[in-house]
């Protein structure tokens, strides 16, 4: 029993830890890219306490809630926007045996829940009595409907390779000949995350030249950290995902496999911070064209290239 406990204590502070460090890149990285220093002050060498010194000015800023609000569902939006997140990480393995719950169905466990965490900024967007709020929602909700089927399709392309549902079953069946032929499936399943995530460059619903911060215009103090921090729990599992399905996670050569699958996982948290450096913002009409006419196609187009891999190597 204290074994098991340990165990998930382990799990749990990795992963409280990862998303901010992901946080304090993401700052470093894009002051980099941007030649702007940036703050440098914060606990000394190169401003690496800044992340705390943000939450605990967080912490200390007045929590307001619009007297139009619905109160009980502005309160619990960011709850609902982070949480599931964190559930997810129950069933992503970090290395042979290390994984908390190894369900059967674990990769539509996963998705089905990530696809939970969209809700909060719903929830937020029409609690919050505020029209930049409610447009910001709503195309949040445009967002989940047109990139979700990108992101099953592409996941279910690499379950048909393996043949089982279960995350360590994928990594265990998982082979280095796999990343050509499985190329297009990881680029869509990678971009459609993205979306999902309304990272930049798809992060129309929130906007801020045009409607201000979408469904957090009206989010203070905690509450506002909630949102942010569930971004970057979302970067980790997406990831962490992308690494597990088509980069073999703790799969490598000499490294021990729990530091291969943080390596992945940090080369695609930096591919997340340079996109969002490098590209523009989509306008909406770019957004729903991509998922539709380039996304779907091409996850169809792998799964069709799976299967006739499978009858091939039957």
């Known amino acids: 029993m204290l074994d098991i406990l340990l165990h998930f204590a382990a799990i749990l ?14 700052h470093k990285v894009m002051a980099h890219m941007q030649s702007r220093l940036g703050p440098m002050y914060a606990g000394g060498f190169h401003g690496w306490a800044q992340l705390i010194a943000d939450g605990v000015k967080f912490a200390q800023k007045e929590d307001i809630i619009p007297a139009g609000a619905d109160r009980r569902v502005f309160m619990i939006a960011p709850g609902v926007a982070l949480v599931p997140y964190l559930v ?4 992503i393995p970090l290395d042979d ?6 369900l059967d169905v674990g990769l539509f466990f996963a998705l ?4 939970v965490g969209v809700l909060g900024s719903i929830m937020a967007g029409w609690a919050s009595a505020n029209k930049f709020s409610v447009l910001g929602g709503m195309r949040s909700a445009a967002q989940l409907m047109s990139y979700e089927l ?12 393996a043949g089982t549902l279960s995350i360590p079953g994928i ?23 993205l979306a999902e ?10 906007a801020e030249s045009e409607i201000i911060m979408g469904p957090m215009t009206e989010y203070t103090g905690m509450r506002f950290a909630l949102f942010m921090l569930a971004e970057y729990v979302g970067i980790v599992v997406l990831s962490l995902l992308t690494t597990v399905l088509f980069l073999g996670g703790w799969q490598g050569p000499l490294l021990p496999g729990w530091l291969w699958t943080l390596v992945k996982v940090g080369a695609l948290s930096f591919v997340v911070i340079w996109l969002r450096v490098s ?23 792998q799964l069709a290239l799976t299967g006739v891999v499978k009858v091939l190597s039957l």
Request: aromatic share 12%; hydrophobic share 65%.
């Open 279 to 301: 590209y523009p913002r989509l306008r909406e009409d770019q957004l729903q064209r991509l998922a539709w006419v380039g996304l779907v196609p091409l996850a169809l187009v």
């Open 112 to 115: 089905a829940v990530m696809g």
């Open 150 to 161: 990108p992101l099953v399709l592409a996941a279910s392309s690499v379950a048909m390779a």
């Open 171 to 193: 990594v265990e069946a998982w082979q280095w000949w796999w990343l050509p032929w499985q190329a297009i499936g990881a680029v869509v399943f990678f971009v459609a995350g």
């Open 97 to 102: 045996g290390f994984v908390g719950v190894d």
């Open 88 to 91: 997810v990480l129950i069933v």
């Open 197 to 206: 995530l309304r990272r930049p460059p798809f992060d129309m619903p929130i």
């Open 13 to 26: 502070l990795l992963f409280l830890l990862l998303p901010l460090i992901v946080g304090q890149t993401e």
